[in-house]
């Protein structure tokens, strides 16, 4: 069994920043990637950012230049650095994990942004 928890999120005014961290727990033989979706009410859940084990990122094209994601794996943790928050990055964020061959998903963190 593999767990994900997220932690940080919140409610920020635009503008602002936020740090979501997520730590993987279980039993881990491989890391391939970790990384964040999001979804908003009534949308699709979307790619925020990924990272691989040999570091390589991606991000979804309304987040480039304004967030950033980083890993430690040995402590299997990844965390995301958001700056700049606008009103539509208001979803619920997701941490995401493929582990073992296999993708597993965090329960959920809400980030709010005001306007």
């Known amino acids: 069994q593999v767990q994900l928890v997220e932690s940080g999120g919140g409610l920020v005014q635009a503008g602002g920043s936020l740090k979501l961290s997520c730590a993987a727990s279980?039993?881990?033989?491989?890391?391939?990637?970790m990384g964040w979706y999001r979804q908003a009410p009534g949308k699709q859940r979307e790619l925020v950012a990924t990272?691989?084990?040999?570091?390589?990122?991606n991000f979804g094209d309304s987040v480039k230049g304004r967030f950033m994601i980083s890993r430690d794996y040995a402590k299997k943790t990844v965390t995301l650095q958001m700056n700049s928050l606008k009103p539509e990055d208001t979803a619920t964020y997701y941490c995401?994990?493929?582990?073992?061959?296999?993708?597993?998903w965090g329960q959920g963190a809400q980030v709010t942004v005001s306007s």
């Open positions: 279980g039993s881990i033989f491989s890391i391939h990637s």
């Open positions: 990272i691989t084990s040999g570091g390589s990122t």
């Open positions: 995401s994990g493929t582990f073992n061959f296999a993708t597993y």
